[in-house]
């Protein structure tokens, strides 16, 4: 039964619906899907809109009026109800965590299996079913952008039109490709922030010298290792990322503030999902096998203080406590041929409105590939722009989705 809570200018309306875990077999185990309507108080008759959130393995955003947040809402709110959903394994659908799932590690990969995509699009056609909405809108920020583009493959009867802002994904390319690239970028995020804050570099080195003689324990229990520290550069993909990161490098690393911080900089423990199939969600076709680890540039090994961007390795399934007990299901998908997630036939045929914000230098999904997919997919309406780094939907999202919305129904 839905429960309608309304708060400070807003109507919420709070969904759960039971969905199979595998789609393929109805009549097998199932999950919960949570789903939260959000709608200003006179426009509970507006047609939807479906956030797709980035990840994998991040709930939705939690949504709130005076301030407004997330920083896109009221312009969404204007045209529609927005339907913010908690993928699978996230926020307040089934969750998922090592604690959480019994059983040998070939029975917790099997279970993974069904947490990429095209799962998370079967997830919202049947909740689209259960409202008895007839077509909607979807808009999809980085990782919520493959699953709109998934949409689009397996799906398209359910959307309206779809809106997608640093997640136009690679279709058909080996995940090698991806990663070689996105190192490419993530050198070139590595010289910038170090020309914009030179102290930082004799900090991370001093930082990993170290870590061996004098540790640096973090909240969780955990001792911060070398390789760790380097995951500091995912930061650097962000508007304000490199504000973020040197505001954290600047901390004595002996103090309290800098060990929860470093550990709130890398939430692998919290989103595990992330961790253990972010490379399973790059893959349309094929085995990943370790692919960032494969292909890390010789200039990183040699380079201690270059910093990595959205990569996974096997030794995160070590260095961090909480991940540990997944290590084998981790090796297991890693080895997993996984199937397609794109029909690319499908999208040369495309019949719905699709306009796409690619963002030029976004270290984390490779522009060049994301122009490809948009001249693959028929009647796409890419805005490829360097105003903006991969959270340009929160540094201005205002802008962005009426920007999409204006391409979308030809009015740009």
Not at 146 to 169: D, H, M, N, Q
Not at 351 to 363: F, L, R, T
């Amino acid at each position: 039964m839905a429960v309608t809570v309304r708060t400070r200018g807003l109507v919420l309306v709070e969904h759960e619906f039971e969905v199979p875990l595998d789609h393929d077999r109805p009549d097998g185990e199932r999950i919960v899907v949570f789903a939260r309507e959000v709608a200003d108080p006179d426009g509970r008759d507006r047609p939807f809109l479906v956030f797709l959130q980035g990840g994998p393995g991040s709930e939705a955003p939690r949504p709130t009026r005076h301030p407004s947040a997330p920083g896109w809402l009221d312009r969404a709110l204007t045209d529609f109800r927005v339907l913010m959903l908690d993928q699978r394994g996230t926020g307040r659908s089934t969750p998922f965590g090592p604690a959480l799932v019994d059983g040998p590690p070939e029975a917790v990969a099997a279970y993974l299996m069904h947490f990429r995509a095209d799962a998370i699009v079967r997830d919202a056609e049947h909740v689209r079913r259960a409202l008895a909405a007839e077509r909607w809108s979807v808009l999809g920020q980085s990782f919520g952008g493959f699953c709109a583009t998934t949409y689009l493959s397996i799906a398209p009867e359910g959307v309206r039109e779809a809106l997608i802002t640093g997640g136009l994904p690679p279709v058909g390319k080996p995940v090698d490709y991806v990663y070689r690239a996105t190192y490419a970028r993530m050198v070139e995020r590595n010289r910038r922030h170090y020309e914009r804050y030179p102290g930082d570099r004799d900090r991370v080195l001093a930082l990993i010298a170290r870590l061996d003689d004098d540790p640096v324990t973090l909240p969780s229990g955990d001792r911060l290792t070398a390789r760790r520290v380097r995951q500091l550069g995912g930061m650097l993909g962000m508007s304000d990322g490199s504000e973020h990161l040197h505001y954290l490098l600047e901390l004595d690393p002996r103090s309290p503030a800098f060990a929860h911080d470093v550990e709130a900089a890398l939430p692998f423990a919290r989103n595990p999902l992330y961790a253990i199939v972010h490379e399973a969600c790059y893959a349309d076709g094929g085995a990943t096998r370790w692919s960032a680890e494969r292909v890390m540039p010789d200039a990183f090994g040699e380079t201690p203080e270059l910093l990595t961007g959205e990569h996974v390795y096997p030794w995160m399934f070590e260095d961090y406590g909480a991940l540990a007990p997944l290590r084998e299901a981790a090796e297991m998908l890693a080895a997993h041929e996984w199937p397609r997630l794109y029909d690319a036939d499908r999208l040369a045929a495309n019949e719905v409105p699709v306009a796409a914000a690619i963002y030029a230098e976004d270290p984390y999904v490779e522009r060049a590939f994301s122009e490809e997919t948009a001249a693959l997919v028929r009647g796409s309406r890419p805005w490829v722009t360097n105003e903006y780094d991969h959270n340009g939907l929160r540094a201005d999202g205002a802008r962005i989705l009426g920007r999409l919305l204006d391409l979308a129904r030809g009015r740009a």
